[in-house]
């Protein structure tokens, strides 16, 4: 399984980020699908998952700017952060993963076991 | 949210060296623990899920241990291809990843 970011490495500020993952070698079926990203500032932060169901968690501090979506013909999901500013500049990560948990039982591996290689993005004008 | 401190934040050691890396959680995360492998240029890579499973194909030098807040890394006989920053991450509630430790040849 392999999964590969792409889209625009230069995005102007209070524009919109827009970034889609493509997963090769298996289904996007029977697991869910995140973003995180890294930057200097701020380290490894997860930015939120998708289901093939469409249903979507995403990390709070991100909530009012990031919409994600799954195309299952295209065995691709995307990325969109709106009104970025240079504090989004960083690179990003597509992943599969992880599981969840509701009260006692778990489904899925609570890991991000598959990652691609990242992809850069600057913001700035 | 659930806040995740490494500790050292770098370390120096030699081939061969046993070292450990730990983890602490700002609250209770039961054993909702990973860790993760970097190195340069490169995603990090699964290392550890469950506190203490070894993901498949990762050598059994790696160890981890813990629950609750206080987690450890265990490298046993470090090899000249370990030297990467490894980070912990939980997933308990909105995941976070600690700062990392980044391990260098002394």
């Known amino acids: 399984v392999q999964l590969q970011e792409s889209g625009p490495g230069l995005v102007k500020p209070s524009e919109t980020l827009s970034l889609t993952c493509t997963v090769s070698?298996?289904?996007?079926?029977?697991?869910?699908w995140s973003w995180m990203r890294q930057s200097a500032e701020k380290g490894l932060e997860w930015i939120g998952r998708?289901?093939?169901?469409?249903?979507?968690d995403y990390n709070p501090s991100l909530k009012s700017r990031v919409t994600m979506s799954v195309d299952t013909s295209r065995n691709q999901f995307s990325l969109q952060v709106t009104s970025v500013t240079a504090a989004d500049t960083a690179v990003y990560y597509c992943?599969?993963?992880?599981?969840?948990?509701?009260?006692?039982?778990?489904?899925?591996?609570?890991?991000?076991?598959?990652w691609g290689q990242g992809t850069m993005v600057v913001v700035s004008s | 949210d659930i806040q995740m401190t490494q500790s050292p934040s770098s370390l120096s050691a030699s081939v061969g060296d046993r070292v450990t890396i730990t983890c602490r959680a700002s609250?209770?995360?039961?054993?909702?623990l990973t860790w993760y492998q970097q190195k340069p240029g490169k995603a990090p890579e699964l290392l550890i899920y469950a506190a203490s499973t070894l993901q498949s194909g990762v050598p059994s030098r790696f160890s981890g241990g813990g629950s609750g807040t206080d987690f450890t890394l265990t490298i046993s006989g470090l090899q000249r291809e370990d030297f990467a920053t490894y980070y912990c991450q939980h997933s308990h509630g909105t995941r976070t990843f600690g700062q990392g430790t980044k391990v260098d040849i002394k």
């Open positions: 609250q209770n995360i039961d054993t909702y």
């Open positions: 998708i289901y093939t169901s469409g249903n979507t």
């Open positions: 070698g298996d289904s996007l079926n029977n697991y869910s």
């Open positions: 992943a599969r993963g992880d599981g969840y948990c509701i009260r006692t039982t778990c489904y899925g591996l609570l890991a991000f076991d598959i």
